[in-house]
Every structure is written in structure tokens, then in C-alpha cells.
């Protein structure tokens, strides 16, 4: 796991090796093992390296030692092995242990089609001296972020947007859109940033820049495959079962300690107990609770002694403003998932433990387990106000309907349908298009930004064995009753986990991984930091919204409507962004 950056162009020899430097300090937390960067004529490639694979030789900008190609490369390779001896057989030779240098092999004998041979989480960049162009790509999920500005003769990116400023060659200009987004949805989506001049390689892209000209393609997605014979339900389940065993598998292949983030809820406990069967010696488990306000804390105990980890725990202080300070700090963009605080907690806590830990995220968007997918089922009145589940889905995921945010605006912004759009030609039926909007817009664009992000605050890895490839092509073509129904989400995963765990473990209600709100919107810390957002004047976020507006707001949270705290949740994510983030705007 690493931080990468590149820049290409004419302009390149402006970027001073300070500049670099500073750069890649930007993002060291990414990276804190290493810091390198190697100029190739009009390009530059750095990377700070969070050494997990080939300690000792797998160091970066690496060079092919056959062919004139060089790459950073940030992320984890799975079956690499395997990929590595595939490649011997076809005439290759390796120096190093690394997946790295896999990546660089595989470039070379397959050429832009190399992504499609890569089983993984990455971002990365190949700089090919021969053609004189850059060859980018991205995971297929969207697990590893890639950024990029072009212009006035350069093109640079990296692993994290505000690596991107410390070059001194732009400021950020917010997008009018972006924002509406962000309060209609809580984040940006997957396809753009907050910023009009920053724009994000999409999840199973690739790209080749040349002449400073970005050309990009998407390689994979998921799709539904032609019917065939009806698979029974036994069947699916002993092959989830196989495909997830071989998933956790390869995802437990590191030169350092593997441990394991346990909620105790359905997914990291099937993802810990298939993790433990894989290690010799009791793996490390670590969970978090609310205190009295909410707590998951004696189940994940309960799964731990079951499983037989060696279990760590922290309970999260619901009136730091401080820690949710630097939270909102370190992410580049808005984003107002209330998990974003716990979950740079609980990763702080696993980082001075263990260098990788693997979790249970992409199983709810992969198995159906949110509750908007029974809602309609399960009550009258949403089928007596909505069209059909997929409306009713619209609405529920919307925080500020389009009339509100009007009300919020200084000046009327142009609501950007792409996202209607994205919705509405996804699939005819409308759970299948709930499903691949979970999948394809919700996954990359909200949970995934938010794993990684606070991960990499701590120098921590993070790995996702439910978005194995395999793993999710079999579950996407699955019928939607093995997954849900009116009363039941993720049936057929539950399933699984009654077979190690106790029926009333598995099956207890859905807690969720969001901090209690509505407790902390009570506490006088809260309470102080809204009053003071009202009362500033030259607030920046006034440049865009109303005061009265957003004042009104917060005001409203003293009602204690999980609505109106949720509005307000958004919103002072948003003012705090701003605040800590306005050095980098124009």
C-alpha cells in the first residue's frame, strides 16, 4: 500500500525537487516506509511506500529490468504468485519478490490489457519510454483512488487530491454540481470531485496520457450473464462458501501481520472466522463501541472467543470534536457518513497492532442486506406513495430534496442529471437497478472513499475479501430471493454464518457502523461548534449557501427529528470542510 504521484508534460521541470518533496510528505501517512521519486526527462514519478510485500526489494519508482518501463503502484495484488509463474513459463525473469514488479511484467507481455490479468486493489502508472506515454489504471471496485489535473502543458496525478496542490501549479475552483451532489447524496459520486479542475480515473478504468492528452476506456463491469440452468440454493451456497474461503485465502498473503476488523455483525464475523482457519497462530481482532448510546462491543467478544482471536477493543468518546476535526480534515472532499469518525478510530487502534486488516465491506451492497430494500416490501404506506421500489429507493437515499437545497443556495445552480441518468438505465427492474446503484455508484463513492481514507490516516491497509472479483460475479447473478426478501436481507449469507455461529447471534437485528447521532447532537461539545458556525460571518461556506438558511438548520436539531439531524449532520460536515480546506480553493 503506498501514495503515488506522477506528472508529465512541459511544464514538468517547474515542479522543483522541493516541491516534489513536499508532495510526497502531503501524503506520507499513505506510505511512512519509504519516500522516492525518479525523473524520467519531462516526467516524474514518486511513491511513499507502506511496505507489505518484498520488504526488502520491492522499493519504488521500480524499473523493469528488461524493457523501458517504470511504475508506481499503489495497492495489493492477489495470486500474484500464480501470475508471477504464468509469466516465467512465457519467458520472463524476476529480481524481486514483489507484486509490484508482476504489474511491470504483465505490462510488458500483455500491454494495456495487463488490468484484465490483475486480481486486486490498485492504482497505478507505467511510464513507457519507447511510446513516450503514460498508462494508468484502477481496481475495479474502486478500492484505491487515482486524481488528476491537466493543463498549460502538464498532467499530474495522485493517490490523494491534495497532493495535487502542494505542486503549486493549481488552486481548486469548486463545482457548483459537485456540491449539489453532496447535499443531495452526503458524498461525491464516483465519476467526479468537489472540484471542477480535479477529476478521478472512475473505478475499472484505464487510461493512456500522451502529449498531455488523456484517452481512457473502462475494462470490466459487472453484468448479468444469459440465463442457463436454474442453480439450486445448496449449490450457490457451497459455492459462495468456496469462492469466499478462496477470497479471505489470498487475501491473508503478506510479509507483516494480518489482523481483522470484527463488528461482530454478519460479514467481518464470516470474514474473521474464514481469516482465522487461514493463520497458524490466533489472528488480532479489533472493534469499537458507543458506550451506553450504542454498542456492538459484547458481540463482537462473543465472535471473537467462538472464532479464537486475540481480541482489542476501544470505545469512541462521542464528544470529540477534535478527532472528527482531523477526520474531515484529512478527506479531500465532503463526506458526511457518520462512520467516517469511528472508523479512523477503530483503524488507529488496528494500526499500532497490525499493517493490514481485513473486513467485511461490500457485503450489503453485494447480498442486498440495506433496509431499503425490505421497506418497500414491508410497509403499505411506501407502496401507496411510490411507483415502484426504485422511487421509493430515490427518495430515501436524498438527505436534501431538490426544493431544499434551492432554499439553501446563494444563486440557482444547474442540477447535474447524470446521476438520474446513471440510476435510470441501469436495469429494467427496479430492484436489480437499487442493487447496481448500491454497487456502482453508493460503494465507490461513499463507503470505499470512506475505508481508505481513514485507513490510510493511520497507515493501515485495508482488505476487502467480499469484493473479490470471482466472488462478486457469482453473487450479482444470483436470484434476488437467495438474498432477500419483505423480511430477511443477505438470507443466503446468513445461512453461512449459522453454520459457526449461534442462530440468534446471526440473526439479530442490523446495527449498522454509524455513530448515534441524535446522542450527539445533545452534548454541549456539538452544541458550542453549531453556534459557532452561526455566528461567523465570513464563515466560507457562506460563499455558497444562505446563512439563515443553514442557520435554521441547525437550529432545528434541538427538535431531535432524525431528519432534521441528519440535514444538519451534512452540513456541518460541510462548514468544518471548508474551513480547513479553503488554503487550496481559488
Known amino acids: 500500500m503506498c501514495g503515488i504521484i506522477v506528472i508529465t508534460g512541459s511544464r514538468t521541470s517547474e515542479v522543483s525537487d522541493a516541491n516534489m518533496s513536499m508532495m510526497l510528505d502531503s501524503i506520507c501517512s499513505r506510505g511512512p516506509d519509504e519516500k522516492d521519486f525518479l525523473r524520467l526527462g519531462n ?22 529490468n528488461k524493457h523501458p518501463y517504470t511504475i508506481v503502484f499503489n495497492g495489493e495484488i492477489y495470486g500474484y504468485k500464480e501470475l508471477r509463474d504464468k509469466l516465467e513459463k512465457l519467458g520472463h525473469s524476476f529480481g524481486t519478490k514483489s507484486d509490484t514488479e508482476v504489474i511491470l511484467k504483465a505490462y510488458a507481455e500483455y500491454g494495456e490489457r495487463c488490468v484484465e490479468h490483475l486480481d486486486g486493489m490498485f492504482a497505478f502508472a507505467i511510464w513507457d519510454e519507447n511510446k513516450q506515454q503514460l498508462f494508468i489504471a484502477r481496481d475495479r471496485f474502486g478500492k484505491k483512488p487515482f486524481y488528476y ?11 490523494e487530491i491534495k497532493a495535487l496542490f502542494e505542486g503549486k501549479l493549481t488552486k481548486g475552483r469548486i463545482d457548483d454540481q459537485s456540491l449539489d451532489d453532496y447535499l443531495r447524496l452526503g458524498y461525491i459520486p464516483p465519476w467526479k470531485t468537489i472540484y471542477s479542475n480535479v477529476h478521478t480515473l472512475p473505478p475499472a478504468h484505464a487510461g493512456i496520457v500522451k502529449d498531455q492528452k488523456l484517452k481512457t476506456w473502462r475494462y470490466w463491469r459487472l453484468e448479468k450473464r444469459r440465463p442457463g440452468s436454474q442453480i439450486s440454493y445448496d449449490e ?18 503478506a510479509d507483516v501481520e494480518i489482523g481483522s476488523l470484527l463488528s461482530g455483525g454478519v460479514d467481518s464475523t464470516l470474514i474473521t472466522a474464514y481469516a482465522q482457519k487461514c493463520s497458524p497462530r490466533p489472528i488480532k481482532t479489533f472493534a469499537l463501541g458507543y458506550g451506553a448510546s450504542k454498542n456492538e462491543l459484547p458481540f463482537a467478544l462473543e465472535a471473537s472467543r467462538k472464532i479464537g482471536t486475540e481480541h482489542h477493543t476501544c470505545v469512541v468518546d462521542v464528544n470529540n470534536l477534535e478527532e472528527l476535526r482531523k477526520v474531515i480534515g484529512y478527506f479531500d472532499e465532503p463526506h458526511a457518513d457518520s462512520s467516517d469518525f469511528p472508523q479512523q478510530l477503530i483503524s488507529k487502534h488496528a494500526a499500532s497492532k497490525v499493517k493490514v486488516a481485513l473486513s467485511g465491506d461490500g457485503a450489503d451492497e453485494l447480498f442486498m442486506g440495506y433496509g431499503w430494500y425490505q421497506k418497500y416490501w414491508h410497509t403499505p404506506i411506501y407502496k401507496r406513495i411510490f411507483e415502484t421500489p426504485f422511487s421509493a429507493y430515490k427518495k430515501m437515499t436524498e438527505i436534501f430534496r431538490e426544493k431544499e437545497r434551492d432554499e439553501l443556495y446563494l444563486k440557482k445552480i444547474q442540477v447535474d442529471r447524470k446521476i438520474e441518468s446513471a440510476m435510470v ?8 437497478k437499487i442493487n447496481k446503484c448500491d454497487l456502482g455508484i453508493y460503494l465507490p463513492g461513499q463507503l470505499l472513499v470512506k475505508v481508505d481514507r481513514a485507513s490510510m490516516m493511520h497507515s493501515l491497509e485495508v482488505r476487502c475479501p467480499f469484493l473479490d472479483t470471482a466472488l462478486a460475479e457469482f453473487v450479482y447473478n444470483l ?23 449461534p442462530k440468534e447471534f446471526v440473526r439479530r437485528r442490523k446495527q449498522g457502523f454509524g455513530a448515534p447521532l441524535q446522542n450527539w447532537f445533545r452534548e454541549e461539545g456539538v452544541k458550542k461548534e453549531l453556534s459557532r458556525i452561526t455566528k461567523d460571518g465570513h464563515h466560507p461556506v457562506y460563499s455558497y449557501l444562505k446563512k439563515e438558511a443553514v442557520c435554521a438548520i441547525f437550529l432545528d436539531t434541538d427538535s431531535q427529528n432524525k431528519t432534521s439531524i441528519q440535514k444538519a449532520w451534512v452540513l456541518l460536515c460541510l462548514c468544518i470542510w471548508f474551513e480547513l480546506h479553503q488554503k487550496y480553493h481559488e
Do not use: W, Y
Not at 459455492?239 to 479471505?248: F, G, M, T, Y
Open 43 to 64: 516526467t516524474v514519478l514518486g511513491q511513499t511506500r507502506l511496505a507489505i510485500v518484498d520488504i526488502i526489494d520491492g522499493h519504488q519508482p521500480m524499473r523493469d
Open 149 to 159: 489535473s491537466s493543463g498549460g502543458g502538464v498532467f499530474f496525478g495522485a493517490s
Open 236 to 253: 450457490a451456497k457451497t459455492e459462495i462458501k468456496r469462492l469466499l474461503v478462496d477470497a479471505v485465502r489470498k487475501r491473508m498473503v
Open 425 to 432: 438505465e441501469m436495469s429494467s427492474d427496479p430492484f436489480d
Open 479 to 501: 436470484p434476488n430471493e437467495f438474498k432477500m426478501d419483505k423480511n430477511n436481507s443477505k438470507i443466503i449469507l446468513k445461512d453461512i454464518l449459522c453454520e459457526i455461529m
